[in-house]
């Protein structure tokens, strides 16, 4: 007489796919997660820490964060400035530059962030932070994020 296993080969295939499935969704957790802390941090400078105005609203309402999943957006963040005469432009040019830059990336997963006015580069070329700041600080915690999921698979 020998072992007789307790499980069968379903058995561990769910239990393969329920594993990936929380893979899946810790990436996509700790990517919403890093992108929420970037659009915090970009849209809450201002002028006096190195920042810049915000006259229109147009700027600071296009700076935004998707987490992309094969191709799809699975989590977004579009949000109007408090300051601003035309906040509306600003978060329409976001999602354009979002729908159109997530074709990059029809496989895997990623975390797209940025200021869609066609504009910030010109005000960042003028010693001004629109998002270069937290940019750095956005891809610092998405290592750190990367590598405590590595070390707990």
């Given at each position: 007489?020998?072992?007789?296993?307790?499980?069968?080969?379903?058995?561990?295939?769910?239990?393969?796919?329920?594993?990936?499935?929380?893979?899946?969704?810790?990436?996509?957790?700790?990517?919403?997660?890093?992108?929420?802390?970037?659009?915090?941090?970009?849209?809450?400078?201002?002028?006096?820490?190195?920042g810049?105005?915000?006259?229109?609203?147009?700027?600071r309402?296009?700076?935004?964060?998707?987490?992309?999943?094969?191709?799809?957006?699975?989590?977004?963040?579009?949000?109007?400035?408090?300051?601003?005469?035309?906040?509306?432009?600003?978060?329409?040019?976001?999602?354009?530059?979002?729908?159109?830059?997530?074709?990059?990336?029809?496989?895997?997963y990623?975390?797209?962030?940025?200021?869609?006015?066609?504009?910030?580069?010109?005000?960042?070329?003028?010693?001004?932070?629109?998002?270069t700041?937290?940019?750095?600080?956005?891809?610092?915690m998405?290592?750190?994020?990367?590598?405590?999921?590595?070390?707990?698979?």
């Amino acid at each position: 007489m020998g072992l007789r296993p307790l499980f069968t080969r379903a058995d561990v295939s769910r239990a393969i796919e329920a594993r990936k499935l929380a893979f899946k969704q810790a990436v996509l957790n700790r990517l919403e997660m890093v992108g929420w802390e970037f659009v915090r941090s970009a849209r809450l400078k201002n002028a006096s820490q190195g920042g810049f105005n915000d006259v229109t609203g147009n700027l600071r309402s296009s700076i935004f964060f998707a987490v992309v999943d094969h191709g799809r957006i699975a989590k977004e963040n579009y949000e109007a400035s408090s300051k601003g005469t035309d906040k509306q432009t600003g978060i329409n040019e976001a999602k354009d530059l979002a729908k159109t830059l997530k074709s990059d990336y029809m496989e895997g997963y990623a975390l797209i962030v940025g200021a869609g006015m066609g504009y910030a580069a010109a005000v960042e070329s003028r010693g001004k932070d629109v998002i270069t700041g937290s940019s750095l600080e956005a891809e610092e915690m998405l290592r750190a994020a990367i590598e405590r999921l590595k070390s707990r698979v």
